[in-house]
């Protein structure tokens, strides 16, 4: 994030503002109000004094003069001994709780602390309730996410375990798709409650400001849809002269659109958690009430561990489909290199068993457009057909893959071949017009059943400007035709590995007929010369014969100084006469050599690299030149990397403190961190065999982030629960 820049830019409406024209942009987190179940203090530092505080403040602490102006210590109670402690960490991302008195006469409260955008110190209260017996709940709900291995089965016990521990009527995952709109994906209710299961609502139902704040503040409560919220006071806060930041804040007062929503579905309180998979967020865990329902910190707390071990199996299992995945396309890119050695070609291995190239993306037929011929497998459009689509996907703006699920809506002029490719996924797989790997997916007319009808979010009464959310939320079924299945964020993972895979054989082939067919060296050399793939070719007397632009990029110094031979190459990498023993080998013993290599950078050693080297046969006797393939590891080298800080993270975070509980609570707390970490280090393991290894620092950082916050709010949980650990002065 860019610093100084705004998440939320200051020209949105203010909250409380809007009506349905404008609710996408409402500035939620400038609520400037809180729920009545708690309190707020903005606390100037470093003098600890309150300058800004909700209504309820000084009458939730026994100050009938209220608190603005008082210092912490003013408070009552311990409240000051156990927040100055705190005052030395940075409190700008997860809020830290804390059990502690405060008051006159004192009393026991949670508390939230956190330092928002602007500065200063929020203070949120909330009076304690008894902690509920969950414990052993916890444990049991850890070890089924562990054993499922299955995402829909994953999610439906989700809902169950979380039901059992929240007591709420309907518990949900809500699982967000790739267009924005959201779907209830798994479900536990009420037997008499109409069911949820497989309702899909529109994007505009959770707008995207939201979302954003649902991936900082992980867990939010409405305790009572019908309460009456509680203003700031001052409205705005003293410290900055502007609204409050409340992105962090557990109290803050919802948007009067998104409680008018609940009222319309019949729901009086609310419990929802994140579930952040790989950084973004892939779904919610929502929990509904039909009357008000106050779920305790300790509740909370125990939601927002389950939904991070959910997420983190989730990602687990999404890793293991790429991973296999990831196999087949491998089998297949062995079986047209061996077709090359063998025949010449590897065109046939792509299309000699259909259901390789198929399956794997679910289509139900694909086509190779490759200079100026095709072959095809399954069922696919004509001959002239595909030459129409091949033109049309020309004009689309370069990208590593093309797709539609609606062929007839982005490119009316082939609407007649809706019936058998209303689905197109196409891969390049070279850098020349009209060479596409594609995949079709025929047109499959479906019901989709929403929450209600999603072409009118607004009700209007009987006045034409008061508007409201929809207040039918019963099933709505639409009829889609002219499209086919959408293709999936696997799917087009899945279509580029296959494409870089075949751009790669690509390169290999025209390389290889480079040196075969001199009089077509023109066009090959271009063709060559142009392909991001860094490749040297030599002829069998180690001559250079083409050095392409990408190895001159790849190798610091090469321009101006191209070598002739291929010896001198050597001299551009670390342990150099170690390079020219194997280039010695290759060339005079005309064998093929596959290995790790490093440039040179000054006397250390550089880059990393994947050298491939082959000689070229024309006969068993006689060798044409070899073929030098270059390709960059260090994605994979910084993969290795992160994989390393991720074993040290999860090292580290096993060691959890246990100092204040008693023999058996550390044991069976001890338990379920092992589970996370047993968790983790499962997801790890499939991220690792995964086939993205530019994104596997990024997603092992996320789960390494996931367990040392589960670690954290475990070990705070442990404390509030432990018969001996919160009490008066404890944190919690």
């Keep these: 994030m860019t610093p100084g820049v705004p998440i939320f830019p200051a020209s949105l409406p203010a909250f409380g503002s809007t009506d349905l024209s404008n609710c996408e942009r409402e500035q939620i987190h400038l609520a400037g109000s809180v729920q009545p179940h708690g309190a707020l203090l903005v606390v100037r530092e470093p003098d600890q004094a309150v300058v800004q505080a909700s209504a309820n403040a000084g009458a939730m602490l026994g100050l009938p003069g209220g608190v603005l102006g008082l210092k912490l210590r003013d408070l009552g109670g311990n409240l000051a001994a156990c927040i100055l402690p705190k005052l030395i960490e940075p409190l700008d991302g997860v809020p830290v709780a804390l059990r502690l008195m405060a008051g006159h006469p004192a009393a026991a409260f949670d508390a939230l602390l956190h330092r928002p955008r602007g500065g200063g110190l929020v203070v949120e209260i909330e009076p304690a309730r008894p902690a509920p017996d969950i414990t052993r709940g916890i444990e049991t709900a850890m070890q089924a996410i562990l054993g499922s291995y299955a995402l829909r089965p994953l999610c439906e016990e989700a809902t169950r375990l979380v039901r059992d521990l929240t007591g709420h009527d309907r518990v949900m995952v809500y699982r967000f798709g790739d267009e924005g709109h959201g779907e209830v994906f798994a479900e536990a209710r009420r037997p008499d409650q109409e069911p949820f299961l ?8 959770i707008p995207q400001i939201a979302r954003r704040l649902y991936e900082r503040n992980r867990v939010r409560m409405v305790a009572d849809a019908g309460y009456v919220p509680v203003p700031l006071e001052p409205r705005l806060n003293p410290l900055t002269g502007a609204d409050l930041d409340m992105s962090l804040c557990m109290l803050r007062s919802v948007s009067p659109m998104h409680v008018q929503y609940m009222r319309n579905m019949g729901v009086a309180a609310s419990l929802v958690c994140s579930i952040m998979v790989g950084g973004r967020l892939w779904g919610l865990l929502a ?52 077709a090359i050695t063998r025949e010449g070609d590897w065109r046939a291995a792509l299309f000699d068993t259909p259901s390789t190239l198929l399956q794997p993306l679910g289509a139900s037929g694909a086509a190779l457009l490759f200079e100026g011929g095709m072959q095809t497998a399954g069922e696919v459009p004509g001959t002239a057909d595909l030459r129409d689509l091949g033109a049309w ?12 699920n609606s062929l007839r809506r982005d490119a009316p002029g082939l609407g007649a071949l809706t019936p058998v490719a209303a689905g197109v996924l196409a891969t390049p797989v070279s850098s020349q017009p009209g060479e596409y790997l594609i995949w079709f997916r025929p047109e499959q007319p479906r019901t989709v ?41 696997k799917d087009t993972a899945t279509a580029r590995m296959i494409g870089d895979t075949v751009s790669d054989v690509v390169m290999q ?4 007929r480079m040196l075969i067919a001199e009089d077509q060296l023109a066009q090959v050399r271009r063709q060559v010369g142009l392909s991001t793939q860094a490749v040297v070719i030599c002829d069998e007397h180690g001559m250079i014969t083409l ?8 190798v610091p110094g090469m321009r101006g100084a191209r070598p002739r031979r291929i010896d001198q190459v050597m001299a551009f990498f670390a342990n150099p006469a170690e390079m020219r023993r194997r280039l010695r080998d290759v060339i005079e013993g005309r064998h093929s050599w596959r290995g790790e290599v490093r440039l040179a950078v000054d006397e250390g ?21 070899f073929v030098f393939l270059f390709n960059d590891l260090g994605d994979r080298k910084a993969a290795d990397a992160a994989r390393r800080r991720f074993q040290d993270g999860i090292a580290e975070s096993h060691r959890m403190r246990a100092r204040g509980l008693d023999s058996g609570a550390a044991i069976v707390f001890q338990t379920i961190l092992t589970s996370v970490v047993e968790n983790a280090q499962l997801a790890a393991l499939e991220i690792a065999e995964g086939v993205d290894v530019a994104h596997m620092p990024e997603m092992l950082e996320s789960v390494r982030a996931s367990v040392a916050r589960t670690a954290e709010v475990l070990e705070l949980l442990a404390r509030h629960l432990s018969p001996g650990g919160p009490g008066p002065g404890a944190e919690g």
């Excluded at 996907?393 to 093309?402: E, F, S, W």
């Design 198 to 205: 497989g309702n899909r609502y529109p994007a505009s139902d």
């Design 287 to 338: 929990c509904h009430h039909d009357t008000p329902r106050h779920a305790p910190f300790a509740t909370r707390a125990a939601c927002d561990l389950l939904a991070e071990a959910l997420a983190t199996r989730i990602s687990a299992l999404e890793s293991f489909v790429q991973a296999q995945a990831d196999i087949a396309v491998r089998r297949l890119e062995q079986r047209m290199i061996e």
């Design 393 to 404: 996907l020309d004009t689309r703006p370069r990208a590593a893959v093309l797709q539609t």
């Design 449 to 489: 059943t929403w929450g209600g009808d999603p072409t009118k979010p607004v009700q209007v009464g009987e006045d034409p400007r008061d508007l409201s959310p929809r207040r039918s939320f019963a099933q709505w079924q639409q009829v889609v035709e002219g499209t086919s299945e959408a293709w999936t964020l």
């Design 509 to 512: 082939f025209r390389s290889v």
């Design 547 to 554: 050095c392409n632009d990408a190895f001159e990029r790849l």
């Design 605 to 625: 050693a550089g880059r990393p690299l994947l050298l491939r080297a082959d000689p070229v046969f024309s006969a068993p006797d006689r060798v044409l030149g």
